[in-house]
């Protein structure tokens, strides 16, 4: 007999209580795993500053440094094929955090570098620690939220990138302005906050519902689909993803984006800067022109993937190619604007936003084709794709530049590559 006041437990309690501490979680591992990337671009994103300091000091044409820039794009890009398929097998909590503390490391090394060689194998061995970061995330946060939420959650994550770009682009400007110190502290006082992210992400997330005792995403795919991947071997992870062939339309797509967005995150502060943007006399101070990038990036991002699901019904190409044609259009326009105005302000935001954009539809379309069991291999070998295709653009870009004296070739550059990810976006249909 039950005494009178005295709770019964029961199914509908149980329920309540596996709800509260699901919905608890999956926010955690959200705004977590989000904090930490917060923070990562401050690893890989800076190189651009140090460019004008490193040529007056070594003496390095930007050429040379395009492929500094390109070594470590295509040392990310693969780690990122082998990175998101050990972050479906071993976990994406563990993962990204020994990235972050091996890139805190590169950065150093980077920064005690004294010549073309030494700066390239530090710079591309960062490349590849930095890939521990984003594939093996977003496997974490699939764990957690299910495909009516993707378009969302995507977009924060990769809004949260956006904004780690505008940390890239604001501590260096500190560090060489306000604290008057040379090239070789960006690499070693940006990441800092690194690894405080990084320590923070591993202390409060936890890898997937099961770990609880919960049950997956309701809306994701059966459990029992998830069952029979649990064993699957990495051979047979890779052979699934390859083997559908909207990855390579998808990849296509993404890389010429890729090559975009990078083409303006490391030669914007060098058109806009220089090597003497202290003393340079402007309306505007450029430093103000080159922060208004990132910033439009982190929104772009922060929108295009809701949209896809507001908008679009779930479906993904038509938000990335409304963006990629309007992103095109602006870089034109921005050849011509002088560089201490303010319209260089409002079009590089434009131009971040439209660009850097689609990002989060392109992260969301890997669980959406492959499902949560796949979707770190899938993110991996997608992204291996985009920064293969965004290292080919940087000793280009740098060599036309060296020839022609001209740094605002970066523009008509960038137009090209929208309107190339635009079309290939066709190819998708999803």
């Given at each position: ?39 990562y671009y401050t690893g890989r994103q800076t ?172 809306d994701d795919r059966s459990a029992d689909e ?130 850097f954009g689609p990002a989060s539809s392109f ?68």
């Amino acid at each position: 007999m039950v005494e009178t006041g005295q709770a019964v437990a029961g199914p509908f309690t149980a329920s309540a209580d596996s709800e509260a501490l699901y919905r608890r979680y999956k926010w955690t591992a959200l705004l977590g795993v989000s904090f930490c990337y917060l923070f990562y671009y401050t690893g890989r994103q800076t190189f651009g500053f140090a460019i004008p300091g490193i040529q007056k000091e070594l003496g390095l044409s930007k050429e040379m440094l395009g492929w500094v820039s390109a070594a470590m794009l295509w040392a990310y890009a693969v780690g990122q094929s082998i990175n998101g398929n050990l972050g479906d097998k071993f976990g994406g909590r563990t993962m990204m955090f020994t990235g972050a503390v091996l890139s805190f490391a590169a950065n150093w090394a980077t920064s005690f570098g004294t010549g073309f060689v030494s700066i390239l194998l530090a710079w591309g061995l960062n490349g590849y620690f930095q890939s521990m970061g984003f594939a093996p995330g977003s496997r974490l946060l699939s764990n957690w939220w299910g495909h009516k939420n993707r378009g969302f959650v995507y977009s924060f994550y990769v809004g949260m990138s956006g904004f780690s770009s505008v940390l890239a682009y604001f501590l260096p400007i500190v560090i060489l302005g306000s604290f008057g110190l040379d090239w070789r502290w960006i690499f070693r006082l940006s990441v800092v906050l690194m690894l405080f992210g990084a320590i923070v992400m591993f202390v409060t997330v936890r890898e997937k519902p099961e770990d609880l005792g919960l049950s997956h995403p309701a809306d994701d795919r059966s459990a029992d689909e998830e069952a029979e991947g649990a064993d699957e071997s990495s051979a047979a992870r890779y052979h699934s993803v390859l083997s559908n062939w909207r990855l390579y339309a998808t990849g296509l797509s993404i890389g010429f984006q890729n090559a975009a967005r990078y083409a303006l995150l490391v030669w914007i502060p060098v058109h806009f800067l220089g090597p003497n943007w202290k003393s340079a006399s402007a309306a505007i101070d450029p430093v103000w022109i080159t922060v208004a990038l990132p910033i439009g990036m982190a929104l772009g991002a922060s929108t295009n993937s809701w949209m896809s699901d507001v908008v679009f019904g779930a479906r993904r190409y038509p938000a990335i190619i409304s963006y990629m044609i309007l992103a095109a259009v602006i870089a034109i326009a921005m050849g011509f604007v002088p560089h201490g105005s303010l319209l260089g302000i409002f079009g590089l935001f434009l131009c971040g936003f439209f660009v850097f954009g689609p990002a989060s539809s392109f992260w969301a379309l890997c669980p959406d084709i492959f499902g949560r069991r796949l979707s770190g291999t899938a993110t991996g070998v997608l992204n291996f794709i985009s920064y293969a295709c965004a290292g080919l653009g940087e000793p280009l870009i740098g060599r036309f530049m060296d020839h022609t004296g001209d740094t605002s070739v970066i523009f008509p550059v960038v137009a090209a590559l929208c309107i190339g990810s635009a079309f290939s976006a066709l190819l998708i249909r999803r």
